[in-house]
Nanobody
Framework: QVQLVESGGGLVQPGGSLRLSCAAS????????MHWHRQVPGKQRESVAF???????TYVESVKGRFTISRDNANNMFYLQMNNLKPKDTAVYYC????????WGQGTQVTVSS
């Protein structure tokens, strides 16, 4: 059974940092682009960043310079390092990979508040 499981969310003050992890199991995703998305209730899910199989990265403008996406293919793990967090970053964050079908994790809540 293929699973993506996110972890690392939580409550953090503005300016703080969190590192999200996505543990993939059931198949090898090293040859696929991995995505991080986020969603605020009542709004569309937004693509935050993605990393290709060869390590090229792309970010939405609002997180450039603050977030870093990375992958550890040997362990089938994917990460999102989030620094200088702002209240507008508050959302549920999901990891995603599109293979023959799309796989999604269950999401992890990130709340940025003082």
């Amino acid at each position: 059974q293929v699973q993506l499981v996110e972890s690392g969310g939580g409550l953090v003050q503005p300016g703080g940092s969190l590192r999200l992890s996505c543990a993939a199991s059931g198949r090898d995703f090293s040859g696929y682009t991995m995505h991080w998305h986020r969603q605020v209730p009542g709004k569309q899910r937004e693509s935050v960043a993605f990393i290709t199989a060869n390590g090229a990265t792309t970010y939405v403008e609002s997180v450039k310079g603050r977030f870093t996406i990375s992958r550890d293919n040997a362990n089938n793990m994917f990460y999102l390092q989030m620094n200088n967090l702002k209240p507008k970053d508050t959302a549920v964050y999901y990891c995603n990979v599109v293979a023959e079908i799309g796989y999604w994790g269950q999401g992890t809540q990130v709340t940025v508040s003082s």
